[in-house]
C-alpha cells in the first residue's frame, strides 16, 4: 500500500514490489519477466507500506516523555525541558539516554529523521553514531542557543562550537543540520553567524516558528523591526533561501508569513500532538497544504509523546477535524491517504525521492504483519493499513529496509 498522490492511496493484494541498488522499481501484480531471475522473497499475508520521515523530534527530550504537561511552551521549557537538556554535558547520561531512543526508533514506524540533539558537541555526536549505527538515514543538529536559558544551557562561544562540531561530521547516513533552537534563545549575533555558514555551506537548518501566543510575542519584543516571525529568521537569511529548511509548528502562522514559506520554499514540521499538550492550538494545515507549502510530520518528543508516526498521522486527522469544527468550517480536515501521504512522501521528499514505492524511489519500506489486531478480518488492504494507524502499536512493525538496506530489529 503506497501513496499515488497527495490524495490516493493505492494496494495491489498479493503483488510485488521491486528493489535494486536501494531503488525502487515499482510495483506489480504479476512479476515482470525481466525480474523472474532475481532473488525474490515472500512476506506472506503482510502488509509492505513505505517508511516514515519523523521531520521534528528532540531526541534528548525521550527521557521526560509522557509527564510534566501542565505548563505551556516557555514555562514548559524552563521548568522541565531546559533542566533535562543540561544533563547531556555528561557524555555517560548522553549514551544510555540516546541508547532508549534510538532502540525505540528502531521498533518505530520511522526510517528517516530530522532530530535535535542538545548544545553539547560531544553527546550530539554520540547521538548521530548511535543513529548511524542502527542503519537510519537523518540529520542531526546541535542545538545553538545563548540567551534566555539558565547558564549551563547558554553558549558563550556558540558559533566556535558550532564550526567544531561541523568538522566533527562524518557520518555517512547521519549528516548535520544547522539548528538555532528559535529566536528567543538566540542572540542576533549567533543567528548572523548561522546565517553566514548557511550561506557559504548551503547546510539544511530546522529551527521552531509560531508555535505559542507568549513566544510570539517575546519575539516581537526580541525584533522589532521584524515584520513578523518568519521576517526575522529572513533577516538572519535563514529562512530557506540558503537551503532546505524545517520550521516546526507554525500553528499561528498568518498569511503573510504563510506566504514568506512559500515563496522560500521552507518545509513546515507539522506536530499535532505536541500541540494539543502545550496547548499552543491547532495549526492550520488544510492553508499550508491549500498554499502550496510543503509539510510533513514530527512526533515533537517530548512535547509529543511518542516515537510513532503511527500516533502523529491519527493526532493530525484529529487536529484538522477540530480545526474544522472550532475554528474555520471551509477547511476540510485530513483524509486518511492525505495525511499518510505527510508522514511518507511529505516528510521524505526532504531526502528527495523518498516515501512511496513509485519507480526511482529510495527503497523504505515497512513490513507490517498486523495479526495482533486483525480480529475480525477486515480484507481490503487500505482499511487494514488505517486500522494498524489508529491502534498505533509499533510491535507491528515487523522488519524494516531503509535505501534497500535491512534495519536488524532485534
Ligand atoms: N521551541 C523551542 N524549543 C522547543 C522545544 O524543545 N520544544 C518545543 N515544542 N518547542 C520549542
Ligand atoms: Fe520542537
Avoid at 558537541?121 to 537523518?138: I, N, P, S, Y
Avoid at 553567524?193 to 526580541?222: K, M, Y
Amino acid at each position: 500500500v503506497y501513496s499515488k498522490s497527495k490524495e490516493e492511496l493505492v494496494s495491489v493484494p498479493e503483488g510485488y514490489v521491486v528493489c535494486a541498488d536501494g531503488v525502487c522499481r515499482g510495483v506489480f501484480s504479476q512479476l515482470p519477466p525481466e525480474y523472474q531471475s532475481w532473488e525474490t522473497e515472500d512476506r506472506g499475508d503482510c502488509l509492505i507500506i513505505p517508511g516514515m520521515t519523523d521531520l521534528h523530534v528532540h531526541a534528548p527530550q525521550y527521557t521526560v516523555c509522557g509527564y510534566a504537561m501542565d505548563l505551556e511552551l516557555m514555562a514548559w521549557l524552563e521548568a522541565y525541558i531546559f533542566p533535562e537538556e543540561a544533563r547531556y554535558a555528561s557524555l555517560d547520561y548522553a549514551r544510555s539516554s540516546y541508547a532508549a531512543f534510538v532502540h525505540d526508533l528502531v521498533h518505530s514506524p520511522t526510517t528517516r529523521v530530522c532530530a535535535f540533539g542538545t548544545l553539547h558537541v560531544e553527546g550530539t555526536l554520540e547521538l548521530m553514531e548511535q543513529l548511524e549505527r542502527a542503519g537510519f538515514v537523518g540529520y542531526v543538529g546541535k542545538v545553538s542557543m545563548d540567551r534566555n536559558a539558565p547558564e549551563n544551557l547558554s553558549e558563550t562561544e556558540g558559533e566556535k562550537n558550532l564550526r567544531e562540531w561541523l568538522k566533527l561530521c562524518s557520518f555517512p547516513h547521519i549528516k548535520p543540520i544547522l539548528t538555532p533552537r528559535f529566536i528567543p534563545a538566540c542572540s542576533d549575533e549567533l543567528m548572523t553567524a548561522i546565517g553566514a555558514i548557511q550561506a557559504d555551506t548551503h547546510l539544511p537548518l530546522q529551527s521552531h516558528l509560531s508555535e505559542n501566543p507568549i513566544e510570539i510575542d517575546f519575539v516581537r519584543q526580541l525584533c522589532p523591526q521584524a515584520d513578523f516571525y518568519g521576517d526575522a529568521y529572513d533577516r538572519f537569511g535563514t529562512f530557506g533561501t540558503n537551503g532546505s529548511t524545517i520550521m516546526a509548528h507554525c500553528v499561528h502562522s498568518g498569511p503573510e508569513e504563510i506566504r514568506r514559506m512559500k515563496e522560500n520554499g521552507v518545509y513546515v514540521a507539522h506536530c499535532a500532538e505536541s500541540n494539543f499538550n502545550l496547548s499552543s492550538g491547532i495549526a492550520p494545515v488544510r492553508r499550508f497544504l491549500e498554499a502550496g507549502l510543503k509539510v510533513g510530520l514530527g512526533t515533537d518528543i517530548g512535547a509529543g509523546t511518542s516515537v510513532s508516526m503511527f500516533r502523529s498521522i491519527k493526532e493530525a486527522i484529529i487536529a484538522s477535524k477540530m480545526y474544522w469544527r472550532l475554528m474555520d468550517s471551509s477547511k476540510k480536515a485530513l483524509s486518511f491517504p492525505e495525511a499518510f501521504y505527510l508522514a511518507t512522501v511529505g516528510g521524505g521528499s526532504f531526502f528527495g525521492k523518498v516515501g512511496t514505492f513509485e519507480p526511482g524511489y529510495e527503497f523504505d519500506a515497512l513490513v507490517i504483519d498486523d495479526k495482533i489486531i486483525r480480529q475480525p478480518v477486515p480484507t481490503d488492504p487500505q482499511n487494514r493499513l488505517e486500522r494498524v494507524i489508529y491502534g498505533d502499536d509499533c510491535r507491528v512493525v515487523i522488519e524494516k529496509y531503509i535505501q534497500g538496506r535491512r534495519i536488524g530489529l532485534s
